[in-house]
């Protein structure tokens, strides 16, 4: 290292060379001297050499007085000061390098093609006419998001689109905008029948794309209407006259059973009709169906392809595995702990929804519940209560899991393991909605059902263990069981609930994972209240080989992983079984089997 306080000589001695000369040159010349006539190149190169040295030994003077009051600044500093000012510098760096990292995550998120859900180009750019876009700038709406930019322009050209984007990226106005805006242009009347036709899974999606395009259509005079029940009139769907026909979330009407009756209403609307079809997802189901709706090729739009992860970005994931009785039990500690807090809890049938929902308000556990069975009366309000409350605990089955804006909501519990991976992303998608939007999703997993999280991974979405303390959970087992116990209603709907849940499980399309064979009967009893299983009615094979087949399973197979029972699982008790020549009923997974055999 050098020593700064050392001049430096080689340019001082040429800076000294460069004043002798110019003396001399200054100096009274002799006559034998001036006789010579000077070089006048030779003159100007020396000049320039020495103004060039005077530069040079003027920024070395400079340097040198820089580092003498540095150096003597540090040595009248204390030390604590001095290690002070260097995390000061280095804060300040730290500061820098982030605000840099920020400015390219803006980038990122305001361009077209990035991760947010947003882009950069404004409803100004479509040309709409004035009544639509005053009706956007009054919803509070300036610029697209991305899946919007894609769509909106092709559908204003009369093209058919099939678009693909993840929840709450704003599919909505991505068709009803172009639909708008054709029945605008058509000067279409009342008289001239259903212009567009746009048609949802679920009564509580109708209602609320029913609420967006009203507001659209505030400044029109258009109409609209909405129909539950089934779909629309075969005479109005025959008075469409090169209308529109938008279906959303296609893969949930093809599973909900609709597929016959979406034939059907296909073949009876025109062929000179514009299609557009909006999933989250694309299935099997969707690309039948797009081949079944489309008259021409249509557009693509998936603004998701190149994602790392399909969920939502501010969206926190996890799962938690609990033993089948305990449940229950950690559901209500769960809520217990954050009533403060906007929950949906999603099981698998009806039946489900309602003994829980039941079960919680007997012990002081306000909530509210929507499923299938209910009437449309009852679920329409009990969904805009839910919309309209600042904190509260809704139970439902998967009904509420496509399309539904629900605001605000801070948790996602899927207390029953979804059918197909792609489910489970439309469930997380009530939460998290929206540009910069937080939420929390959680899973719960039996040991039986891990092997689910590698089918999650391969769809792209990103779950952690929750780790949750069996000391903290509420000793309310027995109570919870004299109350089943001794009411009647209350025990007759956890008996439905209880055979809605088998029958569920039986029915999963993953039966690699959710086998119905594998489960422990007293476990999956103990979790819905009863100290044992209950007999109920049920449609499943179970033969006597089957049987003799889980008798025989080795200790430790019980789990997907690997048979050394990472999770801390109680190891199954170990049961011998012979034949024997007299009858013996025995009831195994609900289901009474007549087997010869007697346990010893």
Known sequence: MADYSEPNTSHSSAADEAKKRKRKRNRPKKPSESSEAPNPNETQVEDEKEEEAEEIQKIEDNKKDKRKKKEKKN?????????????????????????????????????????????????????????????????????????????????????????????????TLAFLIPAVELLHHTHFTPRNGVGVLIICPTRELAIQTHAVAKNLLKHHSQTLGVVFGGAARRGEAERIVKGCLVIDEADR????????????????????????????????????????SFQTKPIYVGVDDRRTKVTNEGLEQGYCVVPCAKR?????????????????????????????????????????????????????????????AEKGILLCTDVAARG????????????????????????????????????????FLIPEEL????????????????????????????????????????????????????????????????????????????????????????????????????????????????SDNPYDRPSPPTTTARLSSSNQEVKYLGVEAMISLAIE
């Open 404 to 443: 539904l804006d629900i605001p605000a909501v801070d948790w996602i519990v899927q207390y029953d393991p979804p059918d197909d991976p792609k489910e489970y992303i439309h469930r997380v998608g009530r939460t998290a909605r929206g540009e910069g939007a937080k939420g929390k999703a959680l899973l």
């Open 253 to 292: 009407i093809l599973e909900t059973n609709f597929e016959e009756e979406m034939k059907q209403l296909i073949k009876i609307l025109p062929k000179t009709r514009q299609t557009a079809l909006f999933s989250a997802t694309q299935t099997r189901k969707v690309e039948d169906l797009a081949r079944l």
């Open 75 to 171: 040595r009248e500093k204390p030390k604590p000061q001095e290690e002070e000012e260097e995390n000061g510098e280095e804060e300040e760096e730290k500061e820098e390098e982030e605000e840099e990292e920020e400015g390219k995550k803006k980038k990122v998120k305001s361009s077209g093609v990035g991760y947010g859900i947003m882009s950069t180009e404004a409803f100004t750019s479509l040309g709409l006419s004035e009544p639509t876009l005053k009706a956007i700038n009054e919803m509070g709406f300036q610029h697209m998001t991305q899946i919007q930019a894609g769509a909106i322009p092709p559908l204003l050209e009369g093209k058919d689109v099939l678009g693909a984007a993840r929840t709450g990226s704003g599919k």
């Open 451 to 562: 092997q689910f999280l590698k089918y999650l991974k391969a769809v792209k979405v990103p779950v952690k263990e929750c780790l949750f303390s069996q000391k903290k959970l509420r000793n309310v087992k027995s109570h919870l069981e004299k109350l089943v116990a001794n009411n009647y209603y209350l025990n007759k709907s956890a008996k439905d609930a209880y055979r809605s849940y088998i029958l569920a499980y039986n029915s999963h399309s993953m039966k690699d994972i959710f086998n119905v064979h594998c489960l422990d009967m007293q476990a999956v009893a103990a979790s819905f209240c009863f100290s044992n299983p209950p007999k109920v009615s049920l449609n499943i094979d179970s033969s006597a080989s089957k049987f003799r087949k889980k008798m025989r399973k080795v200790e430790g197979r019980r789990h997907g992983f690997s």
């Open 328 to 388: 229950f039990i950690l559901l209500y500690s769960f809520l217990k702990s954050h009533l403060s807090q906007k929950i949906m809890v999603f099981f698998s049938s009806c039946n489900s929804v309602t003994f829980h929902s039941e079960l919680l308000r007997y012990i002081q556990v306000p909530c509210f519940d929507i499923h299938g069975k209910q009437k449309q009366q009852k679920r329409t309000n009990t969904f805009f209560e839910f919309c309209g």
